[in-house]
């Protein structure tokens, strides 16, 4: 696993992995648990205010892609392929 200094220095498209896997992996959840998930997949140990931003803002982006879907009490969860 490549280990980043920052969130910032994270290739976007890093970032869409870690979503989509930790869906995989673990089904639909909580935007948090989501955002808390992917940052662990990522190589960070905790979640800091820059990459739950960084994190919800890819969130956002797949959901209006429709790679990810928006479910009751913000529940997240991978959008089935047509």
């Known amino acids: ?27 639909s959840m909580p935007a948090d648990d989501l955002i808390s998930a992917a940052s662990k997949k990522l190589g960070f140990k905790r979640v800091g205010p820059n990459i739950r931003e960084r994190l ?7 959901v209006e892609e429709h790679r990810l879907a928006l479910g009751d009490g913000n529940t997240v969860r991978l959008k089935a392929a047509p």
Do not use: F, N, Q
Request: charged share 25%; proline share 3%.
């Open 1 to 27: 696993m490549i280990e980043y200094e920052s969130i910032e220095k994270v290739p976007e498209a890093s970032v869409r992995v870690a979503l989509e896997a930790a869906l995989t992996e673990y089904g």
């Open 56 to 62: 919800a803002t890819a969130i956002d982006v797949l």
